[in-house]
């Protein structure tokens, strides 16, 4: 008797096992499996927290729209598992205590540049996807590694607008030949703004375009007056500048005193994209160009699904998006949450074999950009900056034609 019970007891501890298997969401993936576990890395603290925070609330609310509308591959839901990397260090360790406590098995991210070098290294050691949704340096994807997919454009799609719109715009509006033009570079000196200048210094002498001065500074300097005067000895026609929040508010305003007075001014994302600067700036922002991710003043029919993005976040968080590295971390995460309901487990080979058959045609996402990833670096080659200018006090779209919902604005002092 007492045998008979014990191999009952066995089937039915068995039986128990293999129901609990079914929803275990332990991130492996199973086929009956109904959680998926992602891994979200993101500056949420410290001095990248604003943006960091900004890009996260994208990707959040992709997530969410989707489990509300009753989740992907047959109903599984995603579970999000935070980690916040404030710096390169941090990146390694939450990739690691991702993956190997909470066995998550691939991971999105990240706004920083540094940060996602870092922390896609670890993904790519222990075989893991890494996502990346707004970072822009392109040693990110240069590295070919097989675990890594960009769904934003890199530094050097920023470098060949800023080049295309004085090639095919500022030329026209200042009626002067390319090879006249004087191009000055003012950048902070990480790998965000030196990727940038660099790559806008090659491209641009390749078209033969002048560039006169290229200065480099820290971000976090409390003094750009010396950089403000060796442009100013230049006397250029256009400055090309990368800078975060703070150096872009003091490269403005110490500009203003110390009269440099520039036709063409044109930022790259950062602080020059920021409703921040325009409220430190007042009526001096207008005029200014900034070359960045999608914008929210855009041509709304090539940017399918914006509005709704729009109202979904105010919704959310009460108040209207802050910049548009929220609405491109939306629509990466649009893509990622497609190939993963294709594929229905977090396989990161599976997933990294859909995703290079995954295509969209331009405007036809939140946006505007097509997704065809690059075989070898995983590189999204159809995603790309726009250029938009403060214009009374509104950051509007303003080039190429497809996006625009005004004109470049140019005054040839």
């Known amino acids: 008797m007492k045998k008979i019970l014990s191999i009952m007891m066995v089937g039915f501890l068995l039986l128990l096992t293999a129901c609990s298997g079914g929803a275990s969401g332990d991130g492996k993936g199973g086929e009956k499996s ?83 070098f870092a922390a896609s290294e670890v993904a790519e050691r222990s075989g893991v996807l890494y996502w990346e949704l707004g970072a822009v340096s392109d040693s990110i994807t240069d590295r070919q590694y097989k675990y890594v997919l960009r769904t934003n454009p ?39 703004g030196t990727t940038i200048a660099d790559e806008a210094t090659k491209l641009a002498k390749e078209e033969g375009i002048n560039i006169v001065a290229n200065q480099g500074y820290s971000a976090g300097t409390n003094d750009l007056s010396s950089v403000i005067l ?59 160009f900034d070359i960045d991710f999608p914008q929210y003043l855009i041509n709304k029919e090539f940017t399918p699904g914006i509005e709704e993005f729009m109202a979904l976040y105010k919704e959310k968080y009460g108040t209207d998006p802050r910049s548009g590295h929220s609405l491109a971390n939306y629509m990466g995460m649009k893509v990622v949450l497609d190939v993963l309901d294709k594929v229905g487990e977090v396989d990161p080979d599976k997933l990294k074999e859909e995703a290079l058959k995954y295509t969209a045609e331009a405007g036809k996402t939140v946006t505007g950009w097509g997704v065809e990833f690059n075989q070898e670096s995983g590189q999204n080659k159809l995603s790309q900056p726009y250029v938009h200018q403060w214009i009374n006090g509104e950051l509007k779209t303003v080039w190429p034609e497809n996006v625009a919902v005004e004109e470049p604005q140019i005054v040839n002092q």
């Not at 604003?50 to 989740?71: H, V």
């Not at 607008?161 to 033009?181: A, M, P, R, W």
């Open 34 to 116: 109904q959680t998926l576990k992602l891994g979200a890395l993101y500056p949420l603290s410290g001095g990248l927290a604003l943006l960091g925070e900004e890009s996260f609330r994208g990707a959040e609310l992709a997530i969410e729209e989707a489990n509300k509308n009753g989740g992907i591959a047959g109903g599984k839901t995603i579970e999000l598992v935070k980690g916040d990397a404030v710096d390169a260090d941090a990146a390694q360790s939450e990739a690691n205590r991702l993956i190997n406590q909470e066995n998550i098995k691939s991971i999105f991210g990240s706004y920083s540049s540094s940060i996602s």
């Open 154 to 192: 890199p530094a050097s799609y920023f470098s060949k607008v800023n080049v295309d719109f004085i090639k095919e715009v500022v030329t026209k509006k200042l009626g002067k030949d390319l090879g006249d033009i004087k191009v000055a570079i003012a950048h902070e000196d990480s790998s965000y």
């Open 230 to 288: 060796n442009i100013k000895k230049v006397d250029p026609d256009v400055v090309i500048a990368v800078s975060y929040l703070n150096d872009a508010i003091l490269l403005a305003r110490q500009s203003e005193e110390l009269g440099l007075k520039i036709p063409v001014f044109i930022g790259n994302g950062g602080g020059h994209t920021m409703a921040d600067f325009k409220d430190a700036m007042g009526e001096k922002a207008n005029g200014i």
